[in-house]
């Protein structure tokens, strides 16, 4: 009796043993040709290499972008996900989609690379101008990705019509480019870092073309600008795609790896030191990561820093 007491005390004991030696973590990103995607694979392939160490593996789920990813690290589905800082920003206050549904437990780890809001469109299309896409085909985004927020605020807040578009399409980030060579479609916005293999595609099959969005030629945005600071001015330097031989100026914001509170400080520090341990490994792994520094990875925060990263960053003499 005893000893079979004794057995089961042991059974008891060394489950849980065997259950914890492996946790799995999952990062949500966007469409397999835009940048989060291989973003993920990038962290994840840093934090594999520590797995002996760590017992933490991760892996890397193509979802519908930024707006899914927050919800979905809320609900606990997504244990990591990346987002525009934009979304973040709005999802933790509670304002814009997230009114009245704040997330008050999203946090950050960093902000990673910049993102700007491009409208690509068919060279033979006749858009020369922001404006020029009253009348025209254009891809505004899926729902749960970050550019349909981001598009969904500039028609509303700036002289830009959504009604005024002769179709106003939901394809999925992946599916634009095939659309707009096909014909289906004058052009797409998309909010992503440059390069992009999505637009490379594009570029390599159609002319096309990238289309300036500044207060010059759209009349609302230097108000829109001043009312969300977290969108700033940028660059999409020439000859980034075939055919595309001139700057084009728009605004964006920062691709932000986000997570909830109540992720244990043991795996936000695993993720903290897979990136800022192998730096400059990391920053090789995507030609968007070209600018980025340690210091650059705490700007444009739009929710506070989970504590274990904000310990890593003072560690690290950062913060
Ligand atoms: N910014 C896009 C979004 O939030 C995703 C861009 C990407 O996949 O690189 O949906």
Same mark, same amino acid.
């Given at each position: 009796?005893?000893?079979s007491?004794?057995?089961a005390?042991?059974?008891?004991?060394?489950?849980?043993?065997?259950?914890?030696a492996t946790q799995f973590?999952t990062?949500?990103?966007?469409?397999?040709t835009?940048?989060?995607?291989?973003?993920g694979?990038?962290?994840c392939?840093?934090v594999?290499?520590?797995?002996?160490k760590?017992h933490?593996?991760?892996?890397?789920?193509?979802t519908a972008?930024s707006v899914?990813n927050?919800?979905?690290v809320?609900?606990?589905d997504?244990?990591?996900?990346?987002?525009?800082?934009?979304?973040?920003y709005q999802?933790?206050?509670?304002?814009?989609i997230?009114?009245?549904?704040?997330?008050k437990n999203?946090?950050?780890?960093?902000?990673?690379?910049?993102?700007?809001?491009?409208?690509?469109?068919?060279k033979?299309?006749?858009?020369?101008?922001?404006?020029?896409?009253?009348g025209?085909?254009?891809?505004i985004?899926?729902?749960?990705?970050?550019?349909r927020?981001s598009?969904?605020?500039?028609?509303k807040e700036?002289?830009?019509?959504?009604?005024?578009?002769?179709?106003?399409?939901?394809?999925k980030?992946?599916?634009?480019?095939?659309?707009?060579?096909d014909?289906h479609?004058?052009?797409?916005f998309?909010?992503?870092?440059?390069?992009t293999?999505n637009?490379k595609?594009?570029?390599?099959?159609?002319?096309?073309?990238?289309?300036n969005?500044?207060?010059?030629t759209?009349?609302?945005?230097?108000?829109?600008?001043?009312k969300?600071p977290?969108?700033?001015?940028g660059?999409?330097?020439?000859?980034?795609?075939k055919?595309?031989d001139h700057d084009t100026?728009?605004?964006?914001v920062?691709?932000?790896?986000?997570?909830n509170?109540?992720t244990?400080?043991?795996v936000v520090?695993?993720?903290?030191?897979a990136?800022?341990?192998?730096?400059?490994?990391?920053k090789k /792994? #995507? !030609? *968007?990561? =070209?600018?980025?520094?340690? &210091?650059s990875?705490?700007e444009?925060?739009g929710?506070? /820093? #989970? !504590? *274990?990263a =904000?310990?890593?960053?003072k &560690?690290?003499?950062?913060?």
């Amino acid at each position: 009796m005893r000893k079979s007491l004794l057995i089961a005390a042991s059974v008891l004991v060394a489950i849980p043993a065997v259950v914890s030696a492996t946790q799995f973590i999952t990062i949500g990103t966007g469409g397999v040709t835009g940048v989060y995607y291989p973003t993920g694979g990038a962290i994840c392939r840093m934090v594999d290499k520590s797995k002996a160490k760590t017992h933490i593996r991760c892996a890397v789920q193509s979802t519908a972008g930024s707006v899914f990813n927050v919800n979905s690290v809320k609900s606990g589905d997504l244990d990591f996900g990346i987002a525009q800082s934009d979304v973040v920003y709005q999802a933790y206050h509670g304002q814009g989609i997230f009114k009245g549904k704040a997330h008050k437990n999203l946090r950050t780890l960093m902000t990673i690379y910049p993102e700007l809001l491009t409208l690509v469109v068919r060279k033979d299309s006749g858009i020369k101008n922001i404006k020029d896409i009253e009348g025209k085909r254009i891809n505004i985004g899926n729902p749960g990705s970050g550019q349909r927020n981001s598009t969904d605020l500039l028609f509303k807040e700036t002289s830009l019509s959504k009604s005024g578009l002769k179709e106003a399409k939901e394809l999925k980030a992946a599916e634009m480019p095939d659309a707009l060579k096909d014909g289906h479609i004058d052009g797409y916005f998309y909010m992503v870092g440059h390069p992009t293999s999505n637009i490379k595609d594009a570029a390599n099959s159609v002319d096309i073309d990238l289309i300036n969005i500044t207060s010059k030629t759209l009349p609302g945005l230097t108000k829109f600008l001043k009312k969300h600071p977290y969108y700033a001015m940028g660059t999409i330097p020439k000859d980034m795609y075939k055919g595309v031989d001139h700057d084009t100026r728009t605004f964006g914001v920062k691709a932000t790896l986000v997570t909830n509170a109540k992720t244990s400080d043991k795996v936000v520090l695993a993720v903290m030191k897979a990136v800022l341990d192998n730096f400059a490994a990391f920053k090789k /792994l #995507h !030609p *968007a990561y =070209k600018n980025i520094t340690k &210091k650059s990875l705490l700007e444009g925060l739009g929710a506070p /820093l #989970h !504590p *274990a990263a =904000k310990a890593y960053f003072k &560690k690290l003499g950062i913060l």
